[in-house]
């Protein structure tokens, strides 16, 4: 098995090339901040770990047979963040590698974890892919996604490109390309697969810009250009001097302008303000870790928080306010799970084949997103089909009138009509 930790060592790595190809200084400026993780990073670096015994066992399985699969996955579950549901996920993943590669006119190479050398392109660089499939003149790269909190697009992914061009450097004298596709499966959320197709020549065209980039990165030089994009994972974000006269400069706009703002000025507001409130969470939290490590921050200091209180034994206490004739009914609420709670207790395959009919897709309460993003605007205007169906029930209504009013009341009815 290939190592997951070595993934984040890279200092153009391909996982963060959205930043550094965006905002080249950020690569050198992040250096001075030490790499943390999350139980949410740690939970996901598992559940890569399952998918790749998962992949390795049905694909390899002479090499890595039964047996061997079994006893790796049980060490995986005795990990302190291992979940039955991560079982359900990975499956998922295995499905959409399996039906790729049959997608294939014949059986193709398939590289499971495989880091992929990006010097040519990048200097030092490297990067971890997933799952690579490559014969009959097809790359396909493929990364599992195991958040849940924002959905990743495979479209343009300067990732997946990176990946791309590590495998094509690599495997260009024995197996010729002539188109690309790059995948994300994210079974975590109800859509989250997503695929792009390209051409070879548009994927040499990213890998010239990112050469061109890399070179500025590798040497902390370029301009820094902060976005609620480029600085949410940087580790450099609270202190970034760049990130702070962004998010700034509207407290400073001066001049004389009408008392009511412009849809237009709306929309612009939005946009430059988008990280606005996330830089001073940010802040804050900085803020907070100086004053408890007893450095002064002028204005500000750490105080306790409200204190909460809770049982020192739970049970206990119920016991002996049950003792006490208190009804148990009382200290107890029943209450049915939710749908995506009962999905993830029975497993996404069972729930659907066993209740899956009786399940419908409501629409969303309408929310305010970027213009760039893919799903439909709602306009707030009628469309053909809407317009013909009201029509339709209109006239069912003023039939249902003319036949309950009497002849005098139907004239004045038309009048007011009229």
Same mark, same amino acid.
């Given at each position: 098995m290939s190592g997951h930790a070595e993934r984040a060592h890279a200092l153009l790595s391909a996982s963060s090339a959205h930043r550094w190809l965006a905002c080249t200084p950020s690569a050198r400026l992040e250096e001075q901040f030490p790499d943390t993780t999350s139980e949410a990073a740690e939970e996901g670096t598992l559940a890569h770990k399952l998918a790749e015994l998962k992949l390795r066992h049905h694909f390899f399985t002479t090499d890595f047979g039964r047996t061997k699969f079994t006893r790796a996955t049980n060490k995986l579950k005795k990990q302190p963040l291992w979940k039955d549901e991560m079982d359900g996920y990975t499956e998922e993943y295995l499905d959409y590698v399996r039906s790729a590669a049959l997608a294939y006119p014949?059986?193709?190479?398939?590289?499971?974890?495989?880091?992929?050398?990006?010097?040519? @392109? *990048?200097?030092?660089?490297?990067g971890t892919a997933d799952s690579t499939l490559i014969g009959?003149?097809?790359?396909? /790269?493929?990364?599992?996604k195991y958040g849940k909190g924002v959905p990743v697009s495979a479209e343009k992914n300067p990732q997946l490109m990176? @990946?791309?061009?590590? !495998? @094509?450097?690599?495997?260009?004298?024995?197996?010729? *390309?002539?188109? /690309?596709?790059?995948?994300? /499966?994210?079974?975590?959320l109800s859509d989250g697969?997503?695929?792009? !197709?390209?051409?070879?020549?548009?994927?040499?065209?990213?890998?010239?810009y990112a050469k061109e980039r890399a070179a500025l990165a590798i040497k902390g030089e370029g301009e820094f250009v902060p976005s609620a994009e480029t600085c949410r994972?940087?580790?450099?974000?609270?202190?970034?001097?760049?990130?702070?006269?962004?998010? /700034?400069?509207l407290a400073f706009q001066v001049g004389k302008k009408p008392p009511l703002i412009s849809n237009a000025e709306m929309g612009e507001y939005l946009r430059q303000g988008e990280d606005v409130a996330?830089?001073?969470?940010?802040?804050?939290? &900085? !803020?907070?870790?100086?004053? &408890?490590?007893?450095r002064e921050v002028p204005g500000w200091k750490a105080v306790a928080g409200r204190s909460q209180r809770a049982f020192t034994d739970m049970d206990a206490a119920f016991e002996t306010l049950k003792k006490g004739g208190i009804a148990e009914e009382i200290l107890w609420e029943r209450k049915p799970l939710t749908l995506a709670q009962v999905e993830k207790a029975v497993g996404k395959k069972p729930?659907?084949?066993?209740?899956?009919?009786?399940?419908?897709?409501?629409?969303?309460?309408? *929310?305010?997103?970027p213009e760039s993003d893919k799903r439909e605007a709602i306009t707030g205007k009628a469309s053909a089909e809407e317009a013909f169906f009201g029509i339709i029930k209109n006239n069912d209504i003023n039939s249902d009138v003319n036949r309950s009013v009497d002849k005098e009341d139907k004239k004045c009815l038309e009048k007011r009509q009229t």
């Open positions: 014949s059986e193709p190479h398939l590289d499971i974890e495989r880091r992929w050398e990006l010097a040519a @392109y *990048v200097p030092e660089g490297f009959g003149g097809r790359l396909h /790269v493929i990364d599992f990176l @990946y791309a061009l590590g !495998a @094509y450097e690599t495997y260009k004298i024995l197996y010729p *390309v002539d188109s /690309v596709r790059l995948s994300i /499966v994210q079974p975590r697969t997503s695929d792009w !197709a390209l051409t070879l020549d548009e994927l040499l065209e990213f890998g010239t994972f940087c580790r450099a974000k609270a202190h970034c001097r760049a990130r702070a006269d962004w998010n /700034v400069r996330k830089w001073l969470s940010d802040l804050k939290d &900085l !803020a907070l870790s100086e004053c &408890l490590a007893g729930f659907a084949e066993i209740v899956g009919p009786m399940v419908v897709k409501q629409p969303g309460k309408p *929310v305010l997103v």
